[in-house]
């Protein structure tokens, strides 16, 4: 990857579940220098700023939080990446994981336009691999890989202009799947690594296999990266905190794996509440890993002081 035009949408959903905060994220993380960072590095960026929900005429559903309100994100997010990916790389600031929904969609929309094949590196502590049926918490951001996969139990949603197969789909750092999700993912081919796979064999394996297989594709590159893929010693600042996640290094060597792969076509950076953040410490760590996965090496990391 060499400049690129980096197109940012500031998503700040925060209806995927019932604890507010993640509308804040897109702010913090500009406000943590995500521009200046991709600067630095030679390519151009294009922030279009903040987005709404598209209004929508649905019910609402007494299990489901705020349904109406990610159905509307959904319409207006995967809209904006189909827009945006013929210009460059979208990168969704988030907002919770709900965002998914929409961008993924709209990205997969996009590669099928282009005639390749959309591949998903989901970087989270959970699968969220539930449908609107499963889910037990009715939280919406625990559906998003369930909706893109084409699953059943989302007729309130857009239907998918290209559902990605589910041997398209990684997942690493998992450690906190429902077991109606295990279920169903044991029904699928989508690459499972959670951290005892890590802590058994490193994370460094699993990935290379993964972009061996887009490069063989010739395919586009969908990652989204949820705050909580990383260990909450690191990165405080979300409300679904799951301890032993991925370390410094680790999270550092998969974004300098996925910069080298030349693969990447849209990110997500998800699931960021700077209310629970400590003097920004995870929007910077956010901001950081972006820097690695657009070209910043490990040698020019500046010092930072949290003090």
Known sequence: MNQTHCILIGAPVDSGKRRDGCL???DALRVAGLIDQLTALGHTVADLGNLAPEPVD???DAHLHDLPTTVGWTRT?????????????????????????????GMAAHAAEQGRPLFLLWLDAHSDFNTPQTTRSGHLHGTPVAYVTGQPGFEAFPPLAAPIPSDRVAMIGLRSVDP????????????????????EHGIAGPLAAFLDRIRAADGLLHVSLDVDFLDPGLAPAVGTTVPGGASFRE?????????DSGCLAALDLVELNPFLDERGRTASAMVDLAASLMGRRIFDRPTRSYA
Not at 80 to 103: C, E, K, M, V, Y
Not at 180 to 199: F, N, W, Y
């Open 24 to 26: 804040m994220g897109p």
């Open 58 to 60: 649905i019910p609402a």
């Open 180 to 199: 109606a999700e295990r279920t169903m993912l044991a029904e699928t081919d989508i690459a499972l690594t959670d951290m005892r796979m890590i802590d």
């Open 77 to 105: 997010l995967a809209r904006a990446a189909r827009q945006a990916a013929p210009q460059g790389l979208p990168i969704f600031l988030g907002g919770d994981h709900a965002l998914s929904l929409g961008s993924v969609a």
């Open 251 to 259: 999270a550092h060597l998969v974004m300098e794996m996925l910069h």
